[in-house]
């Protein structure tokens, strides 16, 4: 264990320690000790860092951070006991208030943060349903960043450092059933875990490790209380963890949260910032030579289908606004899987219309891979003709129905045999700028698997790899040369109470604090499979980059 403290307190505490005699001493005790954490930084190796320098460093509330970290379980045992008896509350609202103008009300001047928001409006597969607010404060507020086998958790002034796969952490901390949602409360979430994997945890399911970006490969927070609406029946659940106590700041925070639902009205849009101008990885001949490669590797027998993507980048000289930037992607082209992520140094802004996995309380699964694309026609018969050509689409049926194989094989790791069905095979789905090819794969996990497992099973997607899964993803690491990061991956909730619902990243920009300005990254790609014609696969790519571009003003380069 680690604790920093800025010189004023660590002369104060050995003084009070040792006497006013060792005074005259202490500079030059002082400079010994500069000079060794010159040659040597403890930080950077210890499983706990306590920073007690910051007016949260107080004894009481390094304690209670301790007991919410895995790694001190042994150490401070009889705490965690104290905790096993804390109970979920939820308190009912008869009113389902504005989401853009309660999330900026409640959390729009918060560092870290998360809004899992399904914001169709019409979702036949009653997807839409829940849209999930938090952040990490209050008592239980926690953040886990994952890099490079290394995972970091901060609880107040506590970091611990636990090492190894970032799923097997995932299974330290979520997977059972830790709370029970009162009979009244209709929803799955019940607190816990929310935020992203990064495509690059393909290392701990097969893939290969590619040098990691500029984020972490996992960010997650840790909400102890939260804000969930229910667009069905209208109304607004306010989850609390307690252990029956009195707390006065969940006292505070539950009276500005009913305030805020009541007083909640629609925010007037910001103007759109100076439209970024965008530049693409990879020219459109490049990426036509690179799917003519993918080609020549599924002539070979080494795929049946390649999931090639690329990416574009801009730059903005001055901060920009990410919740207003969300709130622009998220009027352009609402999403049943639409999702806010804010951390310190970076936002995550997404449209995502596709279910990666979930899993309920009772161990149901379900995947939803996406497979085939056609951009939207403003005149009526045109985009129904479109709607129609997509359904009939031999190559577009041969995309998905490979990739519903290959999660049905995914979700047979851990499922009861004989459990694995395919409840809806190439459906068309119809949203703001395309239509979308979607399947419905249905399993059981076994009783007693492990639920970070069976996440782990799945990961990343296939209908972002292609089929075979590990196999194609060491194409795509030639192909591609680059990591993905948070693109490709999934983003949802590991809820206390077992249950999980993640997205895949798709239609989604990422934004960076960058010198004083910000980086915007979008991926984007396709399926590329033997009969594909590459420059119709180049305009599939400027077809799904289109809504979120729009949104922006921002044009494809070229």
Known sequence: ???????????????????????????????????????????????????????????????????????????????????????????????????????????????????????????????????????????????????????????????????????????????????????????????????????????????????????????????????????????????????????????????????????????????????????????????????????????????????????LHATANAPMDTLQTYLRLRDNNPAPFAHYLKFPTFAVASTSPERFLRLDAGGGMRAEPIKGTRRRALDPDADAALRQELANSEKDRAENIMIVDLLRNDLSHLAVPGSVTVSRLCDIETYATVHQMVSTIDAQLRPGSSRAEAVAAAFPAGSMTGAPKISTMAILDRLEGTPRGVYSGAVGYFSLNGAADLAVVIRTLVMEENDGGTQLTLGVGGAITADSDPAEEWEEVRTKAFGVLSALGAEFPG
Not at 59 to 69: E, F, I, Y
Not at 96 to 118: E, I, R
Not at 188 to 211: A, D, N, Q
Request: charged share 25%; with cysteine.
């Open 1 to 311: 264990m680690w604790v920093e403290a800025d010189e004023t307190r660590r002369r104060r505490s050995a003084l009070e320690r040792d006497g006013s005699t060792y005074a005259p001493f202490w500079q030059r005790w002082a400079d010994q000790e500069d000079r060794w954490l010159a040659a040597d930084n403890p930080a950077e190796h210890a499983d706990v860092v306590v920073e007690g320098h910051r007016g949260d460093g107080t004894p009481q509330q390094v304690r209670l951070a301790l007991t919410g970290l895995p790694q001190c379980e042994s150490l401070l045992a009889v705490e965690r006991a104290a905790r096993r008896g804390l109970t979920l509350s939820v308190e009912t609202l008869p009113v389902c208030p504005d989401g853009p103008a309660l999330f900026s009300a409640l959390y729009g001047t918060s560092d870290t943060a998360a809004w899992l928001d399904s914001s169709t409006a019409e979702d036949r597969q009653d997807r839409s349903r829940f849209s999930i607010m938090t952040d990490c404060g209050g008592r239980f507020g926690q953040r886990a960043r994952h890099t490079a086998g290394t995972t970091l958790v901060t609880g107040g002034a506590v970091t611990a450092r636990i090492r190894g796969p970032f799923f097997r952490w995932l299974d330290s901390v979520w997977g059972r059933r830790a709370v029970r949602p009162p009979d009244q409360y209709p929803g799955e979430f019940t607190l816990g875990w929310l935020g992203y994997l990064g495509y690059e945890l393909k290392r701990e399911t097969g893939g290969s490790s590619l040098p990691t970006g500029s984020l972490p490969d996992a960010s997650l927070l840790f909400a102890g209380r939260a804000v969930v609406l229910d667009h069905r029946q209208q109304r607004t659940y306010l989850l609390t963890l307690g252990d029956g106590g009195r707390d006065p700041e969940l006292a505070e925070w539950l009276a500005s949260a009913r305030a805020a639902v009541v007083e909640a009205l629609p925010l007037p849009r910001t103007p759109a910032p100076v439209r970024p101008k965008f530049v693409s990885r990879d020219r459109r001949e490049t990426y036509l030579d690179k799917i003519r490669d993918a080609q020549a590797e599924i002539t070979e027998g080494n795929s049946y289908e390649v999931c090639l993507t690329t990416s």
